[in-house]
């Protein structure tokens, strides 16, 4: 763009600048708008249609597929959070400034298992029970956090003095769960983890 800009006016030296360049320009940025939007639209049809992570269960004693599993996580806004999750992430609002004075965001991690039935009532309990297990890997985001260690300055009420101590920095993560088979209707669950730079301090049940 820059060469047939520069090509286009020194053929036409007499021709104003913005006559030429305006247009290239508006036009660029018309472009550069448009693919990023037409980016955004086919993430979404994607994301909607093809789970991130799709991977099968096997039964390696009988050597055949007996199930199947597809994973989605992604950054929600607060208008797409189910009206349940966001009641109890603010069952422990003390104020409604909360909101403003604690950014934060919202991970969706939705996990899907679909497990085949036993093919004839003869061939026995092939599961007796399943296991979810979800791990969440916090060291990326540890690496970014404050310093591990602050200063908290308190003052005693039973002999009026002032203290300062240094304690460990830690951050709050809030869970917000349920399990369900099929269609049918679970309660929410709520967790808070409690992490610093070093990993989990503690996992504290809310709700």
């Not at 448009?34 to 096997?58: H, T």
């Not at 004075?101 to 298992?113: D, I, N, W």
């Not at 029970?129 to 591990?148: A, C, G, K, S, V």
Request: aromatic share 8%; with cysteine; net charge positive.
């Amino acid at each position: 763009m820059t060469f047939a800009l520069a090509a286009n006016l020194s053929a036409r030296a007499e021709a104003s600048f913005l006559r030429y360049a305006l247009p290239l320009i508006v036009a660029y940025a018309a472009k550069d708008r448009l693919k990023a939007l037409l980016q955004s639209v086919f993430a979404g049809w994607i994301m909607r249609r093809f789970p991130d992570r799709k991977w099968s269960i096997l039964d390696r004693e009988r050597d055949r597929r007996i199930g199947s599993v597809h994973e989605r996580a992604a950054f929600l806004p607060f208008r797409r959070v189910p009206a349940e999750v966001l009641a109890k992430r603010r069952i422990t609002r003390a104020h409604a400034l909360e909101e403003q004075a604690r950014p934060e965001r919202v991970l969706c991690h939705r996990k899907t298992v679909v497990v085949a039935s036993s093919p004839s009532p003869q061939a026995g309990a092939e599961l007796s029970m399943l296991t979810e297990i979800f791990r969440l890997n916090l060291h990326r985001w540890l690496q970014h956090t404050d310093d591990p260690n602050r200063k908290v300055v308190f003052a005693d009420p039973e002999d009026a003095l002032v203290y300062q101590v240094t304690t460990r920095r830690v951050y709050n993560i809030n869970v917000v769960y349920r399990l369900r088979a099929g269609t049918d209707e679970a309660p929410w669950h709520r967790i808070r983890v409690v992490v610093s730079r070093k990993g989990i301090e503690r996992i504290d049940p809310v709700c």
